[in-house]
């Protein structure tokens, strides 16, 4: 009889460990909080080692038809005028190859799945009691059962995690505030991607996506996590308050949330845990590793986690493959927790003359021969990495 593995979590790192783990040839079921896949999120990107596991899934040409069709990142002034540009190109730059909405990707790799693997949705974990022939695991909506494996891939701010990692210190809080929400398409919108910063530390951004719709994002930087239990009533009051003063289109994206179903208010959190396993529970993706957007390549890294703990699994011993899982991906994870001195200061600064600091270095930056060297240097260690096989 095949080994029952219980993945949580239905969004990126679920669903691909789910597939290559019914690959692999282990009975699988996924648990999700939420009642039905969840469709929200913005533009993430596919890149390196995760593109190859897509690739590998036979999903490549699905992810590009699904491309929000961003032509590169444009940074701009106040007034909408083009300081810099990064055009798509390869796997490195602000824009990758592989652009998509979370929500088309997530359904994308569920989709993929094998008929044999069960879903089970609107439930959760309340106890996990493990021995040395596998975990019982209890449900909020009633009932217990025994699995051979449990791979947590919760998200951020897994409570699973907590029942069964509850003296791990996991957090580093990056100080920043990241709001995102969907608005209308406009004419004088395009395709490229637009960020503009400006002083009191904070940034404007606005995406197209293939859906006729544009994504934008405010962000802002705190040391505290000051939207922390307000109503979305009172945080749109507090985002007017702040980005207020500000032309360009950012009055446009303040209306646009007033009305956004999709408002989602994030404060920046490294997930850094000590070990990623315990007896026969493993963690995977943001779980646990949330290098969150500004170490970048968070999506990816749940894609090649998935993959590389099905590789190991389907070799045999449990314990052995998630230490082997864990040191394979701890360099990828620590890479994209290692962020540049002064980072996100550098990126949100308070002063003009810190703006304007910033901007001349991204003029810099887009010659293309700084470009090229700048790409050599910062290529993602993952981009060269041999997979293990499956
Ligand atoms: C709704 C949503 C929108 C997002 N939008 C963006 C975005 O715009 N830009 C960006 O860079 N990243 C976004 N992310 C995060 C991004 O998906 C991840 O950083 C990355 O892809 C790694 O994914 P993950 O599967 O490890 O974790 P996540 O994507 O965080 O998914 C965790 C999943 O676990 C489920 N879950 C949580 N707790 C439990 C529980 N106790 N039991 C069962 N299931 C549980 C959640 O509902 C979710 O489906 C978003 C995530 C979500 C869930």
């Excluded at 036979?58 to 540009?85: D, H, P, Y």
């Excluded at 359904?107 to 106890?127: H, K, M, Y």
């Excluded at 009932?143 to 951020?156: S, Y």
């Amino acid at each position: 009889m095949s080994a029952r593995v219980l993945v949580t979590g239905a969004s990126i790192a679920g669903p691909a460990a789910a597939y290559w783990l019914a690959e692999a040839g282990f009975d699988v079921t996924v648990l999700e909080r939420a009642g039905a896949l969840r469709e929200g999120g913005q533009n993430i990107d596919v890149r390196a080692t995760g593109r190859e596991v897509i690739r590998r899934m036979g999903l490549e040409e699905a992810v590009r038809g699904r491309n929000t069709g961003e032509l590169g990142t444009r940074f701009v002034n106040e007034a909408g005028a083009v300081i810099s540009e990064f055009p798509v190109g390869g796997d490195d730059g602000p824009t990758a190859e592989l652009e998509i909405l979370r929500g088309a990707l997530s359904r994308l790799l569920a989709e993929a799945c094998p008929g044999s693997v069960q879903w089970r949705f609107g439930d959760e974990i309340t106890a996990v009691d493990q021995d040395e022939r596998g975990a019982a695991v209890t449900f909020a909506c009633g009932g217990r059962e025994r699995f051979d494996l449990v791979v947590i891939a919760e998200g951020a701010g897994s409570r699973t995690r907590e029942l069964v990692f509850s003296d791990e210190p996991r957090e580093r809080a990056l100080g920043m505030y990241v709001t995102y929400g969907t608005i209308e398409r406009e004419p004088q919108d395009d395709n490229w991607w637009k960020f503009l910063v400006v002083p009191e530390a904070r940034q404007v951004s606005l995406r197209p996506d293939d859906v006729g719709t544009m994504r934008a994002m405010l962000n802002f930087r705190a040391d505290t996590p000051v939207l922390a239990g307000l109503s979305a009533y009172e945080i749109r009051r507090e985002l007017c308050k702040k980005f207020a003063d500000l032309g360009w289109e950012v009055p446009r994206i303040l209306d646009g949330f007033e009305i956004a179903d999709d408002l989602y208010v994030e404060w920046l959190r490294q997930v850094q845990a000590a070990t990623w396993h315990r007896g026969r529970v493993v963690l995977l993706g943001d779980a646990a590793w949330c290098v969150t957007p500004i170490g970048g390549g968070g999506t990816s890294l749940a894609l090649t986690g998935a993959y590389v703990l099905a590789a190991f699994l389907s070799e045999g011993d449990h314990g052995q493959a998630f230490a082997r899982y864990e040191q394979w991906m701890r360099p990828l994870v620590d890479d994209a927790q290692h962020l540049p001195p002064g980072v996100p200061r550098i990126a949100a600064p308070e002063s003009w003359a810190g703006v304007q600091a910033l901007r001349w270095g991204t003029r810099v930056a887009a010659l293309p021969l700084v470009r090229t060297l700048a790409g050599r240097l910062t290529s993602s260690p993952a981009g060269g990495r041999e997979l293990p096989g499956l």
